[in-house]
Structures are given as structure tokens and as C-alpha cells.
């Protein structure tokens, strides 16, 4: 997607550097810093600091830890040990994205499978590759597959604007280009769909207020940014038409793991009859479990994230304590939202209801 006229990905390999590059997105929006990736510590570092967030991003990110791995140890990189054991340490690196576990072990597979070193590290930088070019094509998909349910309000409403409420960044920042939930948005936008989107400021990181605002605002999508409160008495105003979120990790059956406040948006849709959409790829699934809440780990992070505020002061990024030093926080990052809250999943071969029976339609072979 562009920034201030020219393209940009979260993650792209320099070629002349052979380096895995990122933009650091803990800075985002005042600054825009690109990072490089050089070590596996760097990798593990980016993922659990969230220099790099979102599931397909970390997925990506994983899945280039994998060739950084190699290259970082050459002497080494033929032992089959030391790259399983560098994976491992990668996929720990945060627990709800399926995506990360997906990227890491699909690149760990075709290195496994050459025993020369100079054809591993090719064999494994062409799939780190593949992996993000296919993730922007699947996002491109959810957006074309995903217009059509805005299009559809749009004429419902004699072309008045779309109110679409999203939650958290699954913006372009979070996947490789377009977004989850942002690619119906963006194809809307670029179709010339009147769209007004609700940003939940999503604390205690403000993916929402920081990221997504960012990205919309760069794009020319008129955006509001709103508390993570108040999307009940909007949604009981009649002023969000339609709700899509993205997901970290989504069961066979239909239930959405995905940043914290997502489950409360999805009660208060439900209870005001507006429809609640989850756009993922299919790398977002857990074709494994079908009972989220039993099954999917919800990480916890530094209580710090939430006693502490960032913002521009007098220019210069600062963190500011907001509640009582001694007061303990507890900081619970994602929240399972139940299958029979949700609309349906728009995803790369297209629309279907959140129940496994029509999940697996669209994705026959993991019957
Ligand atoms: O903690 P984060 O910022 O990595 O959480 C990201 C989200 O919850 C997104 O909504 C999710 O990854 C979907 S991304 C397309």
C-alpha cells in the first residue's frame, strides 16, 4: 500500500543488503522507523515486542526467522537439530496467532528437505518469499470477496456512507498489503463505495488509534476514532451498519480468537441486530480444535502495557504512568468470540457461515 506516494510492505527482503527489513511499528504513527532483522534473537524480539503484530505479519516474520536462522549460523546450518531447535524458540515467541506456528513450520519443511547448505538457504528464502506473496494475494481475495456485502449496505442506504466498525489493526500493517478486515473497506474505498469507518482505539497498544487511523488516513478513508466503549451505544444509535474484525487464531467450528474487547463488540452486535463479520486467511485457522475458549491459549503481557501510556510530548515519544504505582493490572491480549456470534468469515475462496459444515465447503481438503 502507499505511504505518502510510495509503496510500502510491514516486511520485504533487501536484496542488496540480504537482509529481512520491517517497519517498527511501536513507533507508528509519529514515527516511521524501518528495522533490520539479522539474528533469530532479533526475530524473537520483533514478534514479542510487537515491532511486527498482526497474525499474517507475524506469520511472515516467523516464516523469514527461519531463513535468518540459517544464514546467521552457517557452520551449523545443515544440522537439522539446530534448525528445529531455532523454530521452536520462534514459534514461542507468542501463543494465540495460529499464523506464526503455520509460517514457521511450512519454510521448516522445505529446508528439512535439502541436505546441502547452499540449496537449504535457497529452498528457504524462496518459501519465506512465497509465504508473503501468497498472503497479499489472499488478502487482495478477502477484499474483492468482502466489497460486495459493503456494496450491498451502500445500496440499501441510496448511497449513503457505510458505517463499518473495526477493532484493533488488521489493517495492511498487520498482513503484507490490503488487510483482513481493512480489504473490503479498501476495495469499497477504491470503488467509490461512500465509507466511513469506526476505530476502536483498542487499549492498551492502540493498534486502533495509532495503526489503523494511520493507515486510513494515508489512504484518504474517512475514519473516526472511538473509545473501545463505545461501540454499544453507537451500534444502539444506528450508527454502525456493519462490524468486520480480523482474527489470531479461528477454530474449525467457527469461534475467533482475536484482540481483547472483540468478544464484548460481537455481544453488543448481536444484541442489535447488525451484522459481525471475521475476514481471514486460510493460515489463520486451527483446523485442529473446534472449542475456542477451551483450547485457544489467550497470551497475557506486561501489566506495564496498561499502567503506562505512549505519547507525543513536546514532540519526543514518552510513556506515562496513569493509574496508582502500586495498583496491580492484569493484561489478558486476546478474547474468544463464539461461533454463533458471528455472521460469517470472509476469507481467499470466499463467504461462508461460521459453522465447520460450511468452513469446510470452502476448504474441502481439511475434512
Ligand atoms: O496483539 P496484536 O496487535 O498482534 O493483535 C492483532 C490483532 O488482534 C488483529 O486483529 C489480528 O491479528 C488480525 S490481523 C489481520
Known amino acids: 500500500m502507499k505511504v505518502d506516494g510510495k509503496e510500502m510492505r510491514p516486511i520485504w527482503f533487501e536484496k542488496g543488503l540480504q537482509t529481512v527489513q520491517v517497519i517498527d511499528q511501536r513507533f507508528l504513527p509519529h514515527q516511521l522507523i524501518i528495522k533490520d532483522l539479522k539474528t533469530v534473537d532479533d526475530t524473537i524480539y520483533a514478534i514479542k515486542e510487537m515491532v511486527v503484530r498482526g497474525a499474517p505479519l507475524i506469520g511472515a516474520t516467523g516464516a523469514f526467522g527461519v531463513y535468518i536462522a540459517l544464514v546467521q549460523e552457517n557452520n551449523k546450518g545443515t544440522d537439522d537439530n539446530y534448525i528445529i531447535t531455532q523454530c521452536n524458540r520462534l514459534k514461542d515467541a507468542r501463543p494465540t496467532a495460529m499464523n506464526l506456528f503455520w509460517g514457521v513450520d511450512r519454510v521448516l519443511s522445505e529446508a528439512l528437505k535439502q541436505g546441502n547448505y547452499e540449496n537449504r538457504v535457497k529452498a528457504v528464502l524462496d ?137 464484548l463488540k460481537a455481544l453488543a452486535a448481536k444484541d442489535n441486530n447488525i451484522p459481525f463479520y471475521v475476514a481471514l486467511p486460510s493460515s489463520t485457522f486451527d483446523w485442529d480444535i473446534t472449542d475456542g475458549i477451551a483450547d485457544i491459549p489467550i497470551e497475557e503481557r506486561d501489566p506495564d502495557e496498561i499502567r503506562y501510556a505512549q505519547g507525543l510530548v513536546n514532540g519526543k515519544l514518552e510513556n506515562v504512568l496513569v493509574p496508582p504505582a502500586q495498583s496491580r493490572a492484569a493484561n489478558h491480549a486476546f478474547d474468544v468470540t463464539p461461533a454463533r456470534l458471528v455472521t460469517g468469515f470472509i476469507t481467499e475462496r470466499g463467504v461462508c457461515r461460521a459453522t465447520e459444515h460450511d468452513i469446510l465447503s470452502l476448504f474441502p481438503e481439511k475434512i
Open 127 to 263: 518459501e519465506a518469499l512465497k509465504v508473503i506473496e501468497e498472503e497479499a494475494v489472499n488478502c487482495q481475495k478477502i477484499g474483492e470477496y468482502g466489497m460486495p456485502i459493503i456494496e450491498q449496505i451502500s445500496k440499501r442506504k441510496n448511497n449513503a456512507p457505510v458505517n463499518i466498525l473495526t477493532h484493533c489493526n488488521a489493517g495492511w500493517l498487520a498482513c503484507i498489503e490490503y488487510g483482513t478486515a481493512t480489504a473490503p473497506i479498501y476495495t469499497a474505498f477504491d470503488s467509490n463505495i461512500d465509507v466511513h469507518v469506526w476505530v476502536d482505539e483498542t487499549r492498551p497498544l492502540n493498534q486502533g488509534s495509532r495503526l489503523t487511523a494511520w493507515e486510513l488516513g494515508k489512504h484518504g478513508v474517512n475514519h473516526t476514532i472511538i473509545t473501545d466503549n463505545a461501540g454499544g451505544h453507537i451500534m444502539q444509535h444506528n450508527m454502525v451498519d456493519l462490524v468486520i474484525v480480523g482474527t489470531d487464531r479461528t477454530t474449525r467450528a467457527g469461534d475467533v480468537a482475536n484482540k481483547i474487547g472483540t468478544y
